[in-house]
């Protein structure tokens, strides 16, 4: 699949549909005996994305999902974590970046007059306010269904955002699939709109990730699976297909030369302080992410 510089995607579509991959691992992980965190409403996105007509990913592409579901769960505890952190530090503005099927605005305990606004395509932000028509959410919630590549920040403060308040920003799962110059506009537009004692998360992919060794690995393992289960892959996507394979500026070095005190975690380290450390079968495939935690002084 080709990407280009207007395309636009529904749910169970391209991009969109990395939403309900990501949306199906959480649900096994909240349906598992011990889950990181609670999620009630991934299962909900997944029947109703079924319903419309939406097949589960082949076998193959569920044993993928499955091989990185540890590092789904670790990862989103982080950012469940960032945003507690952050309205403990009375941040009581929040955006997320490309949120898909995040629904965080509806299941964490948000601090008391704080505000979500989440950005994503219209029709991915459309299903979602249609599978959740009967859910309150637990913030005030504000939809600002718009493509990253175009004007957002208008459409964020023309639907309220409020650039002299701090702000706790997330961009989860998202930076692939912007060029990467696509990457540094948005870095420098969060800048811009980022009041002191703002703060942000990010899952960062670097050289590491990009490492055209460790992107053919990834690649053949994948082939493997599909094999293995005899899925015809005639059709198949493989999510690399989605991405921007580009040298990208570093996150963390940007955010420090931008004046934000900046710490870092990878996601070895972090999947062993959950108690989810990659296993022989999946540490070669293990996403090679660094999460980057920024506050503006
Ligand atoms: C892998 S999903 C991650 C979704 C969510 N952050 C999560 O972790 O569950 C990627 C998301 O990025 C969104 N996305 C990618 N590029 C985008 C763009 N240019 N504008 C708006 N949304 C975009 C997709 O629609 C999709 O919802």
Redesign the pocket.
């Known amino acids: 699949m080709t990407r280009t510089d207007d395309d636009s ?1 529904d ?1 169970t579509e391209g ?2 549909a ?2 309900l ?3 199906w691992a ?1 649900a096994q992980e909240a349906n598992s005996g011990c889950p990181l965190f609670k999620d009630t409403y991934a299962q909900r996105f997944i029947d109703a994305a079924t319903a419309r007509g939406w097949q589960l990913p082949p076998s193959h592409m569920v044993e993928r999902i499955r091989a990185i579901s540890n590092y ?1 769960a670790s ?2 505890k982080w ?1 469940d974590n960032f945003f507690t952190t952050a309205g403990a530090n009375g941040v009581v503005q929040a955006v ?7 629904a965080r605005a509806w299941r964490l305990p948000w601090a008391h007059d704080s505000v979500v606004y989440e ?3 219209p029709k ?1 932000l459309a299903f979602k306010a249609q599978t959740l028509t009967d859910d309150s959410p637990a913030a005030r919630y504000i939809a600002v269904p ?5 004007d ?1 920040p208008k459409a964020l403060c023309d639907a309220g955002f409020d650039t002299q308040e701090p702000t706790a920003w ?5 930076l692939p ?2 060029p990467a110059e ?1 990457q540094d506009l948005l870095f420098d537009r969060i800048h811009a709109l980022s009041a002191p004692g703002s703060r942000i998360g990010v ?1 960062s992919f670097g050289n590491k990730f990009f490492d055209p060794e460790y992107l053919a690995n990834r690649r053949a393992q994948l082939r493997q699976m599909r094999e293995a289960a005899g899925d015809d892959a005639t059709d198949a996507v493989d ?1 690399q297909d989605l991405w921007y394979i580009e040298d990208r500026t570093d996150v963390a070095d940007w955010l420090m030369r931008h004046g934000w005190r900046v710490s870092t975690e990878d996601a070895q380290t972090l999947m062993e302080r959950f108690g989810r450390p990659p296993t022989a079968a999946t540490e070669d495939t293990t996403p090679r992410t660094t999460f980057v935690e920024g506050v503006r002084s």
């Open positions: 995607w749910i991009v969109g990395t939403a991959g990501v949306a959480r789904a990862r989103t950012f997320i970046l490309a949120a898909g099927l995040d950005i994503d395509q991915v718009i493509d990253l590549r175009q957002w997330a961009a989860e799962g998202l699939y912007l696509g899952e999510v």
